[in-house]
C-alpha cells in the first residue's frame, strides 16, 4: 500500500538553526512523484516543491533544500537559518498511479515546526 | 495566490443541516480535487472531477457528493451534516487528469457544524 510517514510531529527551533524535516514514503509504483506542502496558520496549503522518481538530484531553493533518497525511500525537507516565518505545518506527499488506475496525493501526517525568536 | 478560489471561507451550520462549498480552478485546468482535512484523519482524499465527469472516489461519505459544471467549476454537498463533519475542507485543481504535476490548492473552506 501507498504510504507516507513523518515521524516528527512538532519540532521547536530557535531562529537562524537549521532543521531537516523527515519523509519516508512507500509504493509498490516505479514512477510516482513527492511533494512538499506548507501550511502557515492562516491555513492555504502552499506548494513548495514537486520530485519524481527517476530524479535524484537535490534541489536548493534559496535556504530551502531537499534531499531525494531511493535508496531509503526518503524525500527530506531542510530548512537553513531558519525564521519565525517559516512557523507552519509541513505536509510531505505522494502521488503515483494507484488501484483503479487513477492518482491521488496522499498525505503524511504532518510536522508541525515552530520557530521561536 | 494559487489561483484556485474556494467559497465561503467560514461556514457555521448546525447538525442535519446541508451545505454547499464552491471552487473555481485555475484558467485553464480541468481538475478539480476535493480534500478534507481533519484534526483525526489528517488531509484525505475525497473526490475528483475532470472536465466535467466524475473520474476518482475516496474515502468520501454517501452523505457527501459533488459535481463540476460545465464552466469547471466544482461544488461539494454535505448534507445531514453531524458534529464530526467539522474540518477545513480544500479543492485542488490541476490541467492534467492526474496529480503529477503540481496541484494548487484553494485556501480552504472552514466548516464548523455545532
Same mark, same amino acid.
Given at each position: 500500500a501507498q504510504k507516507v510517514t513523518q515521524a516528527q510531529t512538532e519540532i521547536s527551533v530557535v531562529e537562524k538553526e537549521d532543521v531537516t524535516l523527515d519523509c519516508v514514503y512507500e509504493t509498490r509504483d516505479t514512477t510516482y512523484y513527492l511533494f512538499w506542502y506548507k501550511q502557515p496558520p492562516s491555513g492555504e496549503l502552499v506548494f513548495l516543491i514537486r520530485r519524481n522518481s527517476f530524479d535524484e538530484q537535490n534541489e536548493i531553493s534559496g535556504r530551502y533544500s531537499w534531499n531525494f533518497q531511493k535508496s531509503t525511500s526518503s524525500f527530506n525537507f531542510t530548512i537553513t537559518a531558519?525564521?519565525?516565518?517559516?512557523s507552519a505545518v509541513y505536509f510531505c506527499a505522494l502521488s503515483g498511479t494507484f488501484s483503479g488506475g487513477y492518482n491521488k496525493l496522499i498525505f503524511g501526517a504532518g510536522t508541525r515546526l515552530a520557530v521561536h525568536p | 495566490d494559487s489561483g484556485v478560489t474556494q467559497t465561503p471561507k467560514h461556514l457555521i451550520t448546525a447538525t442535519g443541516q446541508r451545505v454547499t462549498l464552491r471552487c473555481s480552478p485555475r484558467s485553464g485546468d480541468l481538475s478539480v480535487y476535493w480534500y478534507q482535512q481533519s484534526l483525526d484523519q489528517g488531509l484525505q482524499f475525497l473526490i475528483q472531477y475532470y472536465n466535467g465527469e466524475e473520474r476518482a472516489k475516496g *474515502?468520501?461519505?454517501? +452523505?457527501f457528493s459533488a459535481q463540476q459544471f460545465p464552466d469547471l467549476h466544482s461544488e461539494l454537498n454535505l448534507s445531514?451534516?453531524?458534529?464530526?463533519?467539522?474540518a477545513l475542507y480544500f479543492c485542488a485543481s490541476s490541467? +492534467?487528469?492526474?496529480? *503529477?504535476?503540481e496541484a494548487f490548492f484553494g485556501q480552504g473552506t472552514r466548516l464548523t457544524v455545532v
Open positions: 531558519s525564521q519565525v516565518v517559516d | *474515502n468520501i461519505l454517501e +452523505r445531514s451534516l453531524e458534529l464530526g463533519d467539522s490541467p +492534467r487528469p492526474n496529480m *503529477n504535476t
